[in-house]
């Protein structure tokens, strides 16, 4: 990875930043911690498991189109800083990487709710610098804690585009698991699901 992007490793680099300055020949790497994993929607030219310090996934990020509406708002995932994460890293076609942007932008940003920052990611080949969407807990969008009957309430009933939140929840826990990633903090809130 050159000097540029590993500069860019503490900012949050905009969808125009990325574009305006990226190598016409160089890939780009992208770290998926939820849907990303079983929906990614770019070419993929590379994948591994890996582990991200300093970040953790949760299910804290109110979804108001996505997995709800603004009547009954949903959930998603979110990069919380914390701990460590363990997910998959992608790397797609240095050719599609404005491709890519776009849609990213598209499926992730609607509402420009995201942190988007380069984060190191080991691989089997040495780390990688890859472009990640991650949550301040300063963000509006930032659920905080919730209770076991808000879980449930927001399981049985919030739905948006993508449909509802539970189905997300679920199918990013077996996806997780296919991949050898036991993400027991999810596991657990899947349990309000079934009361």
Known sequence: MNAKRSDQAHTAPTRDAILSGWPASQDLWIFGYA???????????????????GWHRALKMWS??????????????????????????FRTPAKQVKQTIEQLWFRE????VYTT??????????AVNALAFTLP????????????????HIFQNASGRYGTTLDYAQETFHSL????IHDKALEALLQYAKD
């Open 177 to 180: 698991k296919q991949h050898g």
């Open 137 to 152: 807990r300063s963000s509006p969008s930032y659920t905080g804690n919730l209770s076991p009957a808000q879980y449930q």
């Open 109 to 112: 940003m609607p509402n420009s």
């Open 64 to 89: 108001r189109l996505n997995r709800g509406t603004p009547e009954c708002p949903g959930l998603v995932f979110a990069l919380l800083s914390g701990g460590s994460c363990q997910g998959m890293v």
């Open 35 to 53: 849907s990303l994993i079983w929906r990614p929607e770019f070419d993929i030219l590379e994948q591994h498991l890996t582990q991200v310090q």
């Open 117 to 126: 920052k380069w984060l190191q990611c080991p691989t089997p080949h040495g």
